[in-house]
């Protein structure tokens, strides 16, 4: 018996080398291309487990929301100057005339009650101007009046209303905008060049962006826009006040502007500042500087030789005050051109950019402790921050808070 099985299980085990050997050979020669480099094995690749694409949701996206999209047209009156020789331009001799002309921007369905946010530059007019025949256009093209009910120029954020319409579509949910994630999707919906509802992707691009635009009307002001969010999502003219959206449908900002220096730079407000502003406005109608942003009033300047030499300050350390703004808190708390802010708060600086920075980090409210040096006599003063005026005018040599 013992002779017999001997054999047997010699036999097995070379057939089952054998068959060993094959199955390699075999699947060397038809399974190479799936196989990684040098045939290893291949990498295993998850399917996404909804199974939708982005660009999938992204369309789902814009289907959802922009019903709730709008536009809106108004007609600005005021004045305009006319130089008389094309050779001079604004700073020539000329004539004030009579001005009307349209406008228009964008905006969103905020709640039931038939409010709508856009940029408060969109209904703001220039400066000494007015606006009239305010429209709202929806997307199925009802044209409907629309009132002010207010505007923050400091953040360009404003609530616009239409009464009693019927087909009011529903509000666009608010994201939160402190859990966005840069290189995530963004899309802007708008009224570009008055072109009806236009789409426009891209990711974003960055946080905290600040910004400063010319104020109308030739005063001399900028606005000062901090904390924006940038995005390569294309905003245009017309685009201003309508919703920058993520491939869910929520609001993750308010387009407000481009970097006209370059493309693919554009700028929209976070839209946790919407939540803040806009029931802060629907509280309190009106127009509102709403900066938000501590005001000294008092422009700020090295220590150089030449200015220590000028108002004969011997001392090490400190930033010079160039510029006081009559009744601004500075003023008020005694503080004088020439005079050399040795500390605040206990931090002693050196540099008028970090001064300044610091004193615009503060809000309206704050104190600051300033420790001056003035015409050789070291004193304390305490600095009641104001808030900084949307449209204050900088001057031009030197950062001031």
């Given at each position: 018996m013992k002779n017999r099985v001997m054999p047997t299980v010699i036999v097995g085990l070379v057939g089952a080398i054998i068959g060993s050997f094959l199955m390699m050979?075999?699947?060397?020669?038809?399974?190479?291309?799936?196989?990684?480099?040098?045939?290893?094995?291949?990498?295993?690749?998850?399917?996404?487990?909804?199974g939708v694409s982005d660009q999938d949701r992204i369309v789902s996206a814009v289907k959802r929301t922009k019903a709730s999209v709008v536009a809106i047209t108004e007609q600005i009156?005021?004045?305009?100057?006319?130089?008389?020789?094309?050779?001079?331009?604004n700073q020539g001799p000329g004539v004030v005339q009579p001005y009307r002309g349209q406008a228009s921007g964008s905006g969103f369905i905020y709640d039931s009650s038939g409010d709508i946010v856009t940029n408060a530059h969109v209904v703001n007019p220039p400066t000494g101007g007015h606006i009239s025949n305010l429209t709202v256009i929806f997307a199925n093209g009802d044209r409907k009046p629309a009132r002010v009910i207010g505007a923050n120029l400091g953040a360009d954020l404003a609530i616009i209303r239409v009464e009693n319409y019927g087909k009011l579509p529903p509000a666009l949910p608010l994201a939160d905008s402190d859990k966005l994630e840069q290189g995530q999707w963004a899309i802007a919906i708008g009224e570009p060049y008055e072109l009806k509802q236009s789409v426009t992707l891209g990711i974003i691009s960055g946080f905290q962006r600040e910004e400063q635009v010319q104020a109308e009307g030739g005063g001399g002001g900028v606005y000062d826009f901090k904390g924006l969010l940038q995005t390569s999502a294309p905003i245009n003219p017309g685009n201003s006040g309508g919703p920058l959206i993520d491939i869910e449908g929520q609001v993750i900002g308010v387009n407000q502007l481009t970097n006209e220096n370059g493309q693919g730079i554009g700028f929209a407000i976070p839209s946790n500042e919407v939540r803040d502003v806009i029931p802060a406005l629907l509280k309190n109608p009106g127009l509102h500087q709403g900066t938000n942003t501590g005001f000294a009033g008092v422009a700020l300047a090295p220590l150089t030789a030449g200015l220590k030499n000028q108002i004969g300050y011997n001392g090490q350390g400190g930033v010079a005050a160039v510029q006081v703004v009559p009744?601004?808190?500075?003023?008020?708390?005694?503080?004088?051109?020439?005079?050399?802010?040795?500390?605040?708060?206990?931090?002693?600086?050196?540099?008028?950019?970090?001064?300044s920075k610091y004193i615009g980090s503060k809000k309206p409210g704050d104190t600051l402790r300033m420790n001056v040096w003035s015409q050789g006599v070291k004193k304390?003063?305490?600095?009641?921050?104001?808030?900084?005026?949307a449209d204050y005018g900088q001057p031009a040599a030197q950062p001031t808070p």
């Amino acid at each position: 018996m013992k002779n017999r099985v001997m054999p047997t299980v010699i036999v097995g085990l070379v057939g089952a080398i054998i068959g060993s050997f094959l199955m390699m050979l075999y699947a060397s020669t038809h399974f190479a291309n799936v196989a990684g480099p040098d045939h290893t094995p291949p990498a295993v690749v998850a399917a996404p487990l909804s199974g939708v694409s982005d660009q999938d949701r992204i369309v789902s996206a814009v289907k959802r929301t922009k019903a709730s999209v709008v536009a809106i047209t108004e007609q600005i009156n005021g004045q305009q100057f006319v130089p008389l020789s094309p050779f001079f331009g604004n700073q020539g001799p000329g004539v004030v005339q009579p001005y009307r002309g349209q406008a228009s921007g964008s905006g969103f369905i905020y709640d039931s009650s038939g409010d709508i946010v856009t940029n408060a530059h969109v209904v703001n007019p220039p400066t000494g101007g007015h606006i009239s025949n305010l429209t709202v256009i929806f997307a199925n093209g009802d044209r409907k009046p629309a009132r002010v009910i207010g505007a923050n120029l400091g953040a360009d954020l404003a609530i616009i209303r239409v009464e009693n319409y019927g087909k009011l579509p529903p509000a666009l949910p608010l994201a939160d905008s402190d859990k966005l994630e840069q290189g995530q999707w963004a899309i802007a919906i708008g009224e570009p060049y008055e072109l009806k509802q236009s789409v426009t992707l891209g990711i974003i691009s960055g946080f905290q962006r600040e910004e400063q635009v010319q104020a109308e009307g030739g005063g001399g002001g900028v606005y000062d826009f901090k904390g924006l969010l940038q995005t390569s999502a294309p905003i245009n003219p017309g685009n201003s006040g309508g919703p920058l959206i993520d491939i869910e449908g929520q609001v993750i900002g308010v387009n407000q502007l481009t970097n006209e220096n370059g493309q693919g730079i554009g700028f929209a407000i976070p839209s946790n500042e919407v939540r803040d502003v806009i029931p802060a406005l629907l509280k309190n109608p009106g127009l509102h500087q709403g900066t938000n942003t501590g005001f000294a009033g008092v422009a700020l300047a090295p220590l150089t030789a030449g200015l220590k030499n000028q108002i004969g300050y011997n001392g090490q350390g400190g930033v010079a005050a160039v510029q006081v703004v009559p009744g601004s808190p500075a003023d008020k708390a005694g503080l004088q051109p020439g005079d050399v802010i040795l500390s605040v708060d206990g931090k002693t600086f050196n540099d008028n950019a970090a001064l300044s920075k610091y004193i615009g980090s503060k809000k309206p409210g704050d104190t600051l402790r300033m420790n001056v040096w003035s015409q050789g006599v070291k004193k304390f003063i305490a600095v009641t921050l104001e808030e900084r005026p949307a449209d204050y005018g900088q001057p031009a040599a030197q950062p001031t808070p």
